[in-house]
Every structure is written in C-alpha cells, then in structure tokens.
C-alpha cells in the first residue's frame, strides 16, 4: 500500500507547492481542497505528469462528515503517513468590523479544521506519522487586519506544541512551518519552495528527534527553528 501524504487547501498557492515538494519525495498526495474539484484535479494531475502519484480529494474541513469521508477515501488508496494541515480562512478586516460569525468562520477553517483532520487521522499515524501544521507570520507576530486569524493560527501553535507532548510517545512527529511573509504578498513566490522543503524535511522526521518545533522560513533565505522547552 502506497504512504500517503494529505495536504489541505492544496489546489493552489502554498498548499499546491507544498503537494508537489512531497510527491517529488516519494509520497502519494492527497490533493485536498474545498469545494473546486478542478483545481485539485489540476494539481494531482501536474503531480502525475511529472511521475509523481497524487489523487484529488474535496472535503470543506469545516464539515466533520465530509472530513471523516475524506479519510475513508485517504485509506482507499494507501496509508495516511503525513498530514500537512494548511487551509485557512484570511479575510481582511478591521477588528471593529469582525462579526460573531465572522470570529466563528476564520476559526472553523483554521484551527478547528486541523483538529478534525488530525482527530481522523491518528488512527493511521500512529505510530510512526507526521502533523505538520502550516502557521504564519499572523500568528508569531499578530496582524492588525486579521486579529481573528492571528488568534487561530496563534491556536494552531499552541495546538502543535500540545499534541507533541501528548504523542510523543506514540511515535508521532508534531512540528509547524511558519513563513515569515505575509502569505497574500508577492514576496511569498520566492519563498514556496524553501518552505516546502522544510514541510518535507519535517514529513520525514523521527519524533525521538524532533517534535514540538516551528521551523520559520523568512524570505531572506533563512531558515530559524524554534524548539519548546520540555
């Protein structure tokens, strides 16, 4: 059976990158995004023109049926080795303007859509599996356009550094990948693919040597990482 790697909003940018790096490395992708199935389509597809392996999987991670059935779909093909947890809801807004549905909207995507794609998936990932959750500069450092998603990307570290301590035992690497650029700027093309070469670096890691750690991609070419204290 193949060893699979599930990337979220993977159908372009970041995620498609990030897709592309890991089946150069040898893994089956799972393409996922939310609701265009032509984009993911056209990512696995350029992944399999390249001799890579790579299907599409559609999923809104903000609905838990559609999540449990993605895996499903996921272990139909292979065993779920590695998941790269990177969709994120990222409007811009002044935090005068932020809605309860608003708060609501960004968290469901960003940080509780991670929890229940890593609550389906440790089954097949342990022992022996990757998390690998994308942060961002929102979340290090805080932006005052996106106070609702600094406050779940700044959730999802906390939830990086919790889980590492909580699976470390069951032989599962739990780490972060935090590009030091905002990820709707023009600066971001010079630095997809250090970053995903630090997701793949990460999706081949033993947790006996490193967990719990946020490696931060700045667009200079430096690559700085952050262990916890334990």
């Known amino acids: 059976m193949a060893d699979i790697a599930l990337v ?8 498609a990158v990030i897709a592309e790096r890991l089946a150069r490395e040898g893994l089956t992708v799972a393409v996922n995004t939310r609701a265009h199935t032509e ?8 992944i399999r023109a390249g001799g890579g392996s790579a299907f599409a999987v559609t999923a809104n ?13 996921v272990a139909a093909h292979g065993t779920l080795r590695v998941l790269v947890n990177n969709a994120a809801y990222r409007p811009r807004q002044r935090v005068q303007a932020i809605t309860e549905d608003d708060w609501h909207q960004v968290r469901s995507v960003t940080l509780d859509g991670a929890f229940r794609c890593i609550r389906c998936a440790l089954p097949a990932l342990i022992p022996g599996g990757r998390i690998i959750n994308i942060l961002g500069r929102n979340a290090l450092a805080g932006d005052p356009e996106r106070v609702h998603l600094s406050a779940a990307k700044h959730g999802l570290l906390g939830l990086t550094l919790a889980l590492a301590k909580a699976l470390r035992d069951d032989g599962v690497a739990v780490n972060a990948v935090s590009p030091g650029v905002d990820t709707d700027g023009p600066e971001l093309d010079r630095c997809r693919a250090e970053i995903a070469s630090q997701v793949a670096r990460l999706a081949f890691v033993d947790a006996k040597e490193l967990t ?9 070419g430096s690559v700085v990482s952050v262990p916890t204290a334990w």
């Open 212 to 220: 719990g750690t946020v490696v931060r991609v700045d667009c200079d």
């Open 39 to 46: 984009e993911a389509d056209a990512v696995a597809a350029a």
């Open 61 to 73: 991670v903000t609905d838990p049926s559609a999540v449990r059935r993605m895996f499903e779909t």
């Open 8 to 15: 979220t909003g993977a159908g372009s940018g970041l995620g």
